[in-house]
């Protein structure tokens, strides 16, 4: 090995995601002296997400972050679909005002690895790190190839594969169970095709989401954001199911969609211009790891399992830029009490605990059990848009509600689990 | 015996997703991302592998615009010693004659060396010139597609081999002199993590416009250009088909598919 760097750092910081980014921001502020780590040739270039961040807690980071951020659309019409071979039937949610936006994570990460740097922090791109470097027990730096850089603490920000974190068995190899895929394509169609088709002006975006034959029935779901000039359309599939049931290529399955009505004609003329892939965590509470902390270290963000996935949608930038906030307060709190142990980090998990992150995981957690059960994505489908057929396509005598209910539930379970079922499944986001 | 090397490098756009102007016939060049130009990394692995058997400094230069200090930062990653970044509105718009008259006035700044190298061509124009060129300017000896050096006689001569595509070439030439490492003749090293630490927290990249360097403006960028794009010929377009055979005998399919071929005037013999 070559000997160790000459700088020394107080912060070390694994990952430029929004986790990274907003932690190396948030303690470069504090005037400590932070590297952020990061494999990819730019901030941003390895991350992939759906399409949708909710705003306050970046807002709350980032000084100037409504003004400056690269936001696409505020989003402004919800729309879920249950899809059959037979139909669809939607449920839509308009309103004046919003929470959340759509962008592309790649732009947002980037941007706000960009400002971390202009508060200070040094960012090194194309440098994979290879292992957490410890000491008795204490985390102490990193490794990279042949170099060794000393920083007092370490932040593990390497989201959902976190092969450090399993490295230094810190964290359970990841099971199937526990992951989701997303694949997606961004096509652009220029921004009056958009605002014709689906019915938005210029500043508002629709966030739409389908569950049922768009992933084959299969846990997970699809979703299509509209940005300033293009569309993100992607779907997410819980693996384990994906594996055992998906007898082709998963991207077979988006190109089935992609080509289907109504998105051939919703997307007639656009051009591909981004095709991706990502994992993401989907087994909520039980994913993270025991302790996110400990001696000389923190984990924030995807690598700590703080998201939410209700299949159809998935909920992390916010989560993970916030956890990064939170650990870099912590840090300074450890740092005012005179050293990095696991005893003065432990603050990182009482911050959490009283922040929204733990709260919303806490609240949706069953949701997210729910959603990992097959019988929602198939059930569900079935009978709304078996139940409106029934009321719209008739021939002479229109049926009641009731009975065109009765009629699609026929043989297909107990009307009692699924109103359970959907009490549970509206108490999400 | 230390060398005190200078490696000219280019930022170029990455021509693999460049497009023509059908106007001007030139190439578009805003908006696609940059990068070293790949043959120059040859040539950079060449001058750090020279460093590593007699020690020394390599000092990289580019004339290029301000974006191109990210390609300097990964170049001192790999090893690099410094980079000097010449730019100024002035130089912009060059043919291989003002550039080379611009890196030859500036290596003039940096003397005394002892070795000036190059990449052998460009992907983004691939003429091949600079090299020469910057050598003429100069009055220095050159020699192109280099694949090997060694210090001969104490530090007066260097003993080069070069590549003619299946013949090589042993050259003895006198120091100081500029050479081109043939493209894809070593493999480059990776950058190192400390290295990239260096070059973000030293100040390891100078830049120098033409205040500092007080050239003509006759003689760079558009005004010091004689060439000009006279005629460009732009690859025809093709547009798919999108026609399917849709059976399933190979026989069958392979007749179908010489029909469509002999449609297009394509004949099998
Ligand atoms: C298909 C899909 C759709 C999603 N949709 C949404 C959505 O609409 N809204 C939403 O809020 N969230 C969504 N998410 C979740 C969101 O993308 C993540 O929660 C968020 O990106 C997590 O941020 P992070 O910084 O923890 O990790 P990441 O964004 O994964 O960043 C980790 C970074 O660390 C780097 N890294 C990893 N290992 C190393 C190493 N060893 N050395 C150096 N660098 C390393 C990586 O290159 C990467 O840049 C979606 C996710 C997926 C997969
Ligand atoms: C017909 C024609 C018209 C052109 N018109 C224009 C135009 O209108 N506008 C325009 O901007 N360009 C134009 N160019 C491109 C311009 O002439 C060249 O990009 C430039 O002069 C360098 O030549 P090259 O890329 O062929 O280098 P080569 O001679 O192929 O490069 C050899 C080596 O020289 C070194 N080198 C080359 N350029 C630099 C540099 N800038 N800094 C440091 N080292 C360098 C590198 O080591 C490189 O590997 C034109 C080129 C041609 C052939």
């Known amino acids: 090995m070559d000997p160790p760097s000459a700088t020394k750092f107080d912060v070390a910081i694994v990952g430029a995601g929004p986790a990274g980014a907003s932690a190396a921001y948030t303690l470069a502020r504090k005037g400590f002296k932070v590297v952020v780590l990061e494999r990819g040739r730019t901030p941003g270039s390895k991350n992939l997400f759906g399409g949708r961040v909710y705003s306050h807690p970046l807002e709350l980071i980032f000084e100037g972050f409504k003004n400056e951020a690269p936001i696409e659309r505020w989003t402004k019409r919800e729309v879920l679909s249950f899809v059959t071979e037979e139909g669809i039937v939607s449920v839509e949610y308009a309103s004046g005002s919003s929470t959340s936006f759509t962008a592309y994570l790649s732009k947002l990460s980037a941007w706000m690895a960009s400002k971390a740097e202009s508060a200070g922090a040094i960012l090194v791109t194309d440098v994979r790190v290879d292992d957490i470097l410890m000491e008795n027990g204490k985390a102490v730096g990193i490794v990279s190839g042949g170099d060794r850089l000393y920083a007092d603490v370490v932040v593990i920000a390497e989201g959902v594969n976190r092969l450090l974190c399993e490295r230094r068995n810190i964290t359970p190899q990841l099971s199937p169970e526990e992951v989701a895929l997303g694949v997606k394509h961004v096509i652009r169609l220029g921004t009056d095709k958009i605002n014709d088709r689906f019915g938005l002006d210029s500043n508002e975006g629709l966030a739409w989401f389908l569950i049922g034959k768009v992933t084959d029935y299969l846990p997970g779901g699809a979703f299509l954001y509209t940005n300033s000039t293009t569309v993100s359309l992607g779907i997410v599939v819980f693996l384990s199911h994906a594996m055992k049931k998906v007898k082709r290529h998963i991207y077979e399955v988006l190109e089935d969609l992609r080509t289907s009505p109504p998105f051939t004609r919703l997307l007639e003329g656009g051009s591909l211009v981004e095709y991706g892939s990502h994992l993401t965590p989907e087994a909520g509470l039980k994913m993270m790891p025991k302790k996110l902390y400990g001696d000389g270290f923190l984990i924030v963000g995807d690598a700590a399992g703080l998201l939410i996935n209700l299949g159809y949608t998935v909920r992390g930038v916010d989560l993970a830029a916030f956890s990064g906030y939170l650990a870099a307060e912590a840090i300074e709190e450890a740092h005012s009490l005179g050293s990095y142990t696991s005893h003065n980090l432990s603050c990182y998990e009482r911050k959490l605990n009283d922040s929204f992150v733990m709260k919303e995981m806490k609240r949706h957690d069953s949701v997210q059990k729910l959603m990992s059960k097959s019988h929602i994505f198939e059930l569900y489908p079935q009978v709304l848009v078996g139940t409106t057929k029934r009321l719209f396509e008739f021939e002479e005598a229109s049926p009641k509600l009731l009975e065109a209910a009765k009629e699609s539930l026929k043989g297909k379970g107990s009307k009692f689990k699924m109103l359970l079922d959907a009490i549970t499944l509206m108490r999400g986001p | ?269």
């Open chain 2, 1 to 269: 015996m230390p060398l005190d090397i200078v490696v000219c490098v280019k930022w170029v756009p990455n021509t693999q997703i460049v497009n023509i102007d059908p106007r001007t016939g030139t190439l578009i060049r805003e908006g696609v991302p940059s990068i070293i130009n790949p043959h120059d990394l040859n040539a950079v692995e060449f001058g750090l592998t020279l460093k590593d058997s007699y020690g020394g400094r390599l000092t990289a230069i580019a004339m290029s615009p301000p974006s191109a200090k990210a390609g300097l930062e990964f170049l001192i990653g790999m090893g690099v010693d410094r980079a000097i970044l010449i730019t100024d509105r002035v130089f912009a718009g060059a043919d291989t004659l003002a550039t080379s008259y611009v890196l030859a006035k500036a290596i003039e700044r940096l003397m005394p060396t002892d070795l000036i190298i190059f990449g052998q061509e460009t992907i983004d124009s691939s003429t091949a010139h600079i090299c020469a060129q910057t050598a003429s300017w100069l009055k220095l000896p050159y020699i192109y597609y280099v694949i090997d050096a060694r210090l001969e006689d104490g530090k007066k001569n260097i003993v080069v081999k070069r590549v003619l595509e299946r013949k090589i070439e042993v050259f003895e030439l006198p120091l100081p002199c500029l050479m081109a490492i043939a493209m894809k003749s070593n493999v480059p090293r990776p950058v190192t993590l400390s290295n990239k630490i260096k070059a973000k927290m030293e100040n390891l990249i100078e830049v120098w416009n033409n205040e500092m360097l007080k050239l003509n403006i006759n003689c760079v960028g558009l005004k010091g250009s004689p060439t000009v794009v006279s005629k460009s010929i732009p690859t025809p377009v093709v547009p798919r088909k999108k026609l399917k055979f849709e059976g399933t005998d190979p026989i069958e399919a392979a007749r179908w598919l010489l029909d469509r071929l002999a449609e297009e005037g394509v004949r099998v013999i």
